[in-house]
């Protein structure tokens, strides 16, 4: 089975940074798809970054565009989403999924993705 482990969120003030590791469990997360989601209370999961297999395509949200960073490690088996200038918007639960479709570079669509990691919380308050 096919398990994604996100780790890294907090509480953290506004201006603030976080760094969100994805780590694939006995599977190569370099053969997917990866993209991170976030779900505020009473919100729809919404997609912020993408990023495709080989790492050369990275796609952003207009809301995070410029302050969040999705990168890849592969020795590491990891995919990380970078946050800077972080606002109290940007609160959530955060979520990475995987997804072996072709077709596509990347998408920040969440029917996308079947496979999906337990989530993160992600605060930003003074």
């Known amino acids: 089975q096919l398990k994604l482990v996100e780790s890294g969120g907090g509480l953290v003030r506004p201006g603030g940074s976080l760094r969100l590791s994805c780590v694939g469990l006995?599977?190569?997360?370099?053969?997917?798809?990866i993209g991170w989601f976030r779900q505020a209370p009473g919100k729809e999961r919404e997609g912020v970054s993408c990023?495709?297999?080989?790492?050369?395509?990275?796609g952003y949200g207009d809301s995070v565009k410029g302050r969040f960073t999705i990168s890849r490690d592969s020795a590491k088996n990891t995919v990380y989403l970078q946050m800077n200038s972080l606002k109290p918007e940007d609160s959530a639960v955060y979520y990475c999924?995987?997804?072996?479709?072709?077709?596509?570079?990347?998408?920040?669509?969440?029917?996308?993705?079947?496979?999906w990691g337990q989530g993160t919380q992600v605060t930003v308050s003074s």
């Open positions: 999924a995987s997804t072996a479709r072709t077709g596509f570079s990347c998408s920040r669509e969440r029917q996308v993705y079947a496979n």
């Open positions: 990023i495709s297999r080989g790492g050369g395509y990275r």
């Open positions: 006995e599977f190569n997360l370099d053969d997917y798809v």
